[in-house]
């Protein structure tokens, strides 16, 4: 029997996967291996980028900052997954489903901001390589970072107050964490509002980003097309074609979820998209934009070196 659910003593049952117990056990290994090895490649980021003087750039101040972000975006919702494939809890008060719920898209708007900062970085550097470090100064590069943290919390306020004085007609969410279309599943009251504000909310986050995105990339592209050596065009390209392969995963598979005027109810396809953006990109994120770069594999062979 469905009840009105309301007051911060609420709670709700989350749905999670459609599979057998023995399936959730190995998602819960698969899920587990991939968080711990995110959480330790981040840190090691972060470590290097802090202690290394040679890392002492734009660039890595801004992998270092993307790293924090992902470990925190990150922890919202796979420890509270983890627990969820192993049968012990399938609650979340209506509190924690809200902070859940405002920390997952602030944090996820903040990167969204992040990755377009970088490839602003990366334009800088390969169209104006000499005036790169004039540009590119401490100053504002810390004045990038704090306003994709400030664009990223500000913007999704709004959204969780407006949630949070909907009534809710039944407690299972069809999800593994508090996505917003399933929560709107779950309401009785109007959320026409809340859904217009939602799409406007994300399609400014995303378009705007992945806009500055584009554009940067259009004129990279531009400006390696117009090297005369291939080597040079090589050189240039391996410096940003790891990063437009997270922007075209992560903003792909964020922009099909969320940019859109209705709540989907197509649960099952939302949270195999969901697991690509908050477990798998960002398990590969340390990879693709750190290890395989040389200054990071020195500065980490100079550490391992010097604890021996």
Same mark, same amino acid.
């Given at each position: 029997?469905?009840?009105?659910?309301?007051?911060?003593?609420?709670?709700?049952?989350?749905?999670?996967?459609?599979?057998?117990?023995?399936?959730?056990?190995?998602?819960?290994?698969?899920?587990?291996?991939?968080?711990?090895?995110?959480?330790?490649?981040?840190?090691?980021?972060?470590?290097?980028?802090?202690?290394? #003087?040679?890392? $002492? @750039?734009?660039?890595?101040?801004?992998?270092?900052?993307? &790293?924090? +972000?992902?470990? *925190?975006?990150? =922890? %919202?919702?796979?420890?509270?997954?983890?627990?969820?494939?192993?049968?012990?809890?399938?609650?979340?008060?209506?509190?924690?489903?809200?902070?859940?719920?405002?920390?997952?898209?602030?944090?996820?708007?903040?990167?969204?901001?992040?990755?377009?900062?970088?490839?602003?970085?990366?334009?800088?550097?390969?169209?104006?390589?000499?005036?790169?470090?004039?540009?590119?100064?401490?100053?504002?590069?810390?004045?990038?970072?704090?306003?994709?943290?400030?664009?990223?919390?500000?913007?999704?306020?709004?959204?969780?107050?407006?949630?949070?004085?909907?009534?809710?007609?039944?407690?299972?969410?069809?999800?593994?964490?508090?996505?917003?279309?399933?929560?709107?599943?779950?309401?009785? #009251?109007?959320? $026409? @509002?809340?859904?217009?504000?939602?799409?406007?909310?994300? &399609?400014? +986050?995303?378009? *705007?980003?992945? =806009? %500055?995105?584009?554009?940067?990339?259009?004129?990279?592209?531009?400006?390696?097309?117009?090297?005369?050596?291939?080597?040079?065009?090589?050189?240039?390209?391996?410096?940003?074609?790891?990063?437009?392969?997270?922007?075209?995963?992560?903003?792909?598979?964020?922009?099909?979820?969320?940019?859109?005027?209705?709540?989907?109810?197509?649960?099952?396809?939302?949270?195999?998209?969901?697991?690509?953006?908050?477990?798998?990109?960002?398990?590969?994120?340390?990879?693709?934009?750190?290890?395989?770069?040389?200054?990071?594999?020195?500065?980490?062979?100079?550490?391992?070196?010097?604890?021996?």
């Amino acid at each position: 029997m469905d009840m009105n659910i309301s007051g911060h003593q609420a709670y709700f049952i989350l749905h999670g996967f459609s599979a057998s117990q023995f399936w959730h056990w190995n998602f819960f290994v698969v899920i587990l291996v991939m968080y711990l090895l995110t959480i330790t490649g981040n840190i090691i980021i972060i470590t290097i980028v802090l202690i290394d #003087s040679l890392l $002492n @750039s734009p660039m890595y101040f801004f992998i270092g900052n993307l &790293s924090f +972000i992902e470990m *925190l975006y990150t =922890s %919202v919702t796979i420890p509270n997954l983890l627990v969820l494939l192993t049968g012990k809890s399938k609650s979340i008060s209506l509190s924690g489903c809200l902070t859940q719920f405002f920390f997952f898209f602030s944090l996820g708007s903040a990167e969204c901001f992040l990755l377009a900062v970088m490839s602003y970085d990366r334009y800088c550097a390969i169209c104006n390589p000499l005036l790169y470090n004039a540009i590119m100064n401490r100053s504002l590069c810390c004045y990038l970072v704090l306003a994709c943290w400030i664009g990223g919390f500000f913007p999704n306020l709004f959204p969780t107050v407006l949630l949070s004085y909907l009534n809710f007609c039944g407690r299972y969410i069809q999800h593994f964490f508090c996505d917003l279309s399933p929560l709107l599943q779950l309401s009785c #009251s109007i959320t $026409n @509002s809340l859904q217009t504000l939602n799409f406007l909310t994300a &399609s400014a +986050i995303v378009l *705007l980003s992945f =806009s %500055v995105t584009l554009w940067t990339y259009i004129r990279i592209i531009i400006t390696i097309v117009a090297i005369p050596s291939t080597t040079g065009k090589f050189k240039s390209f391996s410096t940003c074609a790891s990063h437009l392969t997270v922007v075209i995963i992560f903003f792909g598979t964020v922009a099909f979820v969320y940019v859109r005027p209705k709540a989907s109810k197509d649960f099952e396809l939302n949270k195999v998209l969901s697991v690509v953006y908050i477990v798998l990109t960002p398990v590969v994120n340390p990879l693709i934009y750190s290890f395989r770069n040389k200054d990071i594999k020195a500065a980490i062979k100079k550490l391992i070196l010097n604890k021996r």
